[in-house]
């Protein structure tokens, strides 16, 4: 009796022994592969810290340039401002030629964007639900449109928008760039949609929704973040792109990126109010990017990552 | 996912179809109009045939221009690429360094093209820019106004400071999909870290890669903005792309015929690089 206790209670001594190294042995690997990944050693950041600090350096010196005077930046190359000044902000905001830029770009911008994803919705549900005559060719076509380059269309665009008298409208441009941004926003809804299963949409449509209730209702709410994605990348392309949309305007919807060349004036460059300009044309998109942070690689891979 | 064969889904699309056709095929069919035919102004058009393919064909600019841009992407490529992937390996995967850097690298993707000209302009300039002060500075004779070498190198490192983090942020995207299962059972078999990059991180990084490359051929194939901003094609015609020819001469010069030739031609091009993009695309993920 006394010899079976004995032994049964080595056994169990043996087992916890053995759970207690096997657990030891496994945290420890754990913690080496912690190390390992990612965290590589202590030096993990020396990589992306030089990568970012490249990054910012060009950017750094725009913004120090927008903050000094001309006669300082003619005069020495500063490190810092060292009479720093808001004199080029504030022309950029009191010049209505100047500011009126700014309007214009973020109308034509705010058009396209509200077009692009409002057709793109529908368009994109057919391609991730239903299979139809001609679907693939069919997108290929709209990604065609998305490779093609503006500067072949520079020409007929202007064209055809004097044709129709659409030019220098804010309308035009927007129209324009629906080129390149229908396409995207429909692969990028497309990737989106297709992630949502296919159940909801049978059971909405047995529980009696018809289909505009069901998708405005259900289904919008369901892929609420790949609309704001979208939307986000259209405004983006549409805020970035300049040939077209200088290309299609003269004046009264002239974009802030065409307005900028006017720096140059009788007594040289004005530098100051060049960089203060366009500090301001980066703010937009630095107050964004936070918010699709963990959506940026998708839009870019066009909704396929 | 099995999807229904329903050709209703037609109406779907329709939208889309017609606001594309509007501002692609119509643009289009014009450029056809004006690549046969030749103007000698007021609005009379002559039938030309293929006069200007041919003419396009034949003439040294166009070769010049095409052989620049190919030359072009293929640096871009060679240095975007390996670089891209190694900074998206040295990346943090966990901790407050995850949103800083992907906020930080996906600066430069927003900047307006013509910004970014600007900037690179300002900042290589050897009397206010940082970076050409300090190349002369250290006896690095620089100046990318005159010299065709420093033009290119100032145009490609501006493509880096672009695009790279496009590469890099795709690449991420890959490698944070791998389980954490393939690196304990690499780390069973003793795996360098050479062969875990060959071997697991590569190949799972293998689609976005490929996004990534032809994303970036393309658009480098049809650079304008920047250039033009910074070097406006020159010295001479030393960084005259394709995109910067053609828009001198449709707008410029508005030479419509020999404008619209081209236009076809580099659409030509374009499309078949999209389709050979759409192809691998789709069987890429047929194998999946």
């Known amino acids: 009796m006394a010899g079976v206790n004995e032994r049964t209670e080595q056994a169990v001594a043996a087992q916890a022994g053995s759970q207690k190294s096997s657990s030891g042995m496994s945290q420890d690997a754990i913690a080496r592969l912690m190390r390992r990944r990612g965290e590589e050693s202590k030096w993990w950041w020396v990589v992306p810290t030089l990568y970012i600090v490249f990054l910012m350096l060009p950017i750094y010196w725009l913004i120090n340039m927008s903050f000094k005077t001309n006669s300082e930046i003619i005069s020495s190359l500063t490190l810092y401002p060292h009479e720093p000044t808001l004199r080029n902000y504030r022309i950029i905001f009191t010049d209505a030629s100047w500011y009126s830029g700014y309007i214009n770009s973020i109308i034509y911008v705010v058009i396209n964007m509200v077009i692009s994803v409002a057709v793109a919705l529908p368009a994109a549900y057919a391609f991730s639900r239903y299979r139809f005559l001609g679907d693939k060719h069919l997108f290929f076509w709209l990604l065609t449109n998305r490779m093609a380059p503006p500067a072949v269309f520079a020409l007929p665009f202007f064209q055809l928008y004097s044709a129709f008298g659409l030019i220098d409208t804010h309308i035009a441009v927007a129209l324009a760039h629906c080129l390149f941004n229908v396409p995207l926003a429909v692969w990028i809804l497309e990737g989106f949609m297709s992630g949502v299963p296919k159940e909801i949409d049978e059971t909405a449509y047995i529980d009696g929704y018809s289909f505009p209730r069901f998708f405005v209702k259900i289904f919008m709410p369901l892929i609420a973040s790949g609309i704001g994605v979208a939307c986000f990348f259209c405004f983006m392309f549409s805020w970035v792109e300049l040939l077209i949309a200088r290309t299609l305007t003269t004046t009264d919807a002239k974009p802030i990126a065409a307005v900028m060349t006017r720096t140059v004036s009788a007594s040289g460059m004005d530098w100051g109010l060049l960089a203060a300009a366009g500090v301001l044309t980066l703010i937009p998109g630095a107050l964004v990017i936070w918010f699709v942070r963990n959506y940026i690689a998708k839009g870019f891979a066009l909704g396929r990552v | ?288």
């Not at chain 2, 983090?165 to 995207?173: D, G, N, Q, T, W």
């Open chain 2, 1 to 288: 996912m099995d999807k229904t064969w329903n050709n209703k889904a037609w109406f779907l699309v329709l939208p889309v179809l017609v606001l594309v056709a509007f501002s692609a095929v119509i643009p289009l069919m014009t450029v056809v109009n004006y690549s046969v035919q030749d103007t000698f102004g007021n609005n009379q058009f002559f039938w030309a045939g293929t006069e200007w393919f041919e003419e396009l064909l034949h003439s040294d600019r166009f070769w010049a221009a095409m052989g620049r841009n190919l030359i072009f992407s293929f640096i871009i490529l060679a240095i975007e690429v390996p670089l891209g992937i190694f900074i998206a390996l040295n990346m943090p995967r966990k901790g407050w360094g995850v949103p800083v850097c992907l906020v930080l690298m996906a600066l430069p993707l927003l900047v307006p093209w013509n910004v970014v000209g600007t900037i690179w302009q300002v900042f290589g300039r050897t009397d206010i820019g940082l970076l050409g002060y300090t190349l002369n500075a250290i006896g690095i004779d620089y100046n990318y106004v005159r010299d065709p070498f420093d033009a290119w190198m100032t145009v490609i490192v501006m493509d880096v400071w672009h695009w790279t983090s496009l590469v890099v942020l795709l690449c991420y995207a890959g490698l944070v999909s791998i389980p954490d299962a393939f690196y304990q059972a690499a780390k069973i078999d003793g795996a360098s870290r050479w062969s875990v990059f060959r071997y697991i991180q590569l190949p799972k990084m293998q689609r976005v890669l490929l996004i990534a490359v032809l994303l970036r051929f393309m658009d480098s194939f049809m650079i304008y903005t920047e250039p033009f901003v910074v070097t406006g094609g020159g010295p001479g015609n030393s960084t005259t792309f394709l995109s910067i020819d053609l828009v001198k001469m449709a707008l410029g010069q508005f030479d419509l015929g020999p404008a619209a030739a081209m236009s076809l031609v580099y659409f030509l091009i374009v499309l078949l690089l999209s389709w050979v993009f759409y192809t691998v695309m789709t069987n890429y993920d047929a194998e999946r």
